[in-house]
Antibody
Framework: QVQMQQWGAGRLRPSETLSLTCSLY????????WTWIRQSPEKGLEWIGE???????NYNPSVKSRVTISLDTSKRQFSLKLTSVIAADAAVYYCARAHKYTQGYYMDVWGTGTTVTVSS | QSVLTQPPSVSGAPGQRVTIPCTGT?????????VHWYQHLPGTAPKLLIFGSDVRPSGVPDRFSGSKSGTSASLTITGLRPEDEAFYYCQSHDNSLSYLVFGGGTKLTVL
């Protein structure tokens, strides 16, 4: 059974860098897209970005200037870095495995989420 | 303010049928892009319920079904059970935004 485990610092001060990592257990790491999604009361569920081996990452324009998603295939992990966090970045962050096809894009395996708070 | 619109809450008694609508526009659901549905209990990983607008992943009971028509989609749950009480989210792709978008979520209460 495919599972995803995620971890990272959950309490940040404004201007710090958010750093989260997600590890895949089971399944193929090289054949799928890997995504980060966040959920906040203000914005609901928001797609942050995606990455796949041998493909460049794609990001939501709202965070594109501050975000980096990277892959470590040898460790079967992918990571999210968001610089210069502000209060609006406080959310529950999820990693997920995504399936892209001609008519759609959906996530079939999700991490359990990391709550990130931003406060001085 | 989510791109796709869902009612904040719906309810039903055990054994009943409920339908959760998801309304979009000609830029998302009204295109050829499929709609997908997730079940979520806070503190847990969201679970894929329906993909490709009407396809159930292996292991999802056939009490759950999805449909899409025009700029709207819906999730129908028949034979409601107490364990169905959760939040439900629809998701699609938006041509104008060029990325995937979600509904605001609907809390299902089983009375």
């Amino acid at each position: 059974q495919v599972q995803m485990q995620q971890w990272g610092a959950g309490r940040l001060r404004p201007s710090e860098t958010l750093s989260l990592t997600c590890s895949l257990y089971g399944g193929s790491f090289t054949e799928n897209w890997w995504t980060w999604i966040r959920q906040s009361p203000e914005k609901g569920l928001e797609w942050i970005g995606e990455i796949k081996q041998s493909r460049s990452a794609n990001y939501n324009p709202s965070v594109k200037s501050r975000v980096t998603i990277s892959l470590d295939t040898s460790k079967r992990q992918f990571s999210l870095k968001l610089t210069s966090v502000i209060a609006a970045d406080a959310a529950v962050y999820y990693c997920a495995r995504a399936h892209k096809y001609t008519q759609g894009y959906y996530m079939d395996v999700w991490g359990t989420g990391t709550t990130v708070t931003v406060s001085s | 303010q989510s791109v796709l619109t869902q009612p904040p809450s719906v309810s039903g008694a055990p054994g009943q049928r409920v339908t959760i609508p998801c309304t979009g526009t000609g830029s998302n659901i009204g295109t050829s892009y499929d709609v997908h549905w997730y079940q979520h209990l806070p503190g847990t990983a969201p679970k894929l319920l329906i993909f490709g607008s009407d396809v159930r992943p292996s292991g999802v009971p056939d009490r759950f079904s999805g449909s899409k028509s025009g700029t709207s989609a819906s999730l129908t749950i028949t034979g409601l059970r107490p364990e169905d009480e959760a939040f439900y989210y629809c998701q699609s792709h938006d041509n104008s935004l060029s990325y995937l978008v979600f509904g605001g979520g609907t809390k299902l209460t089983v009375l």
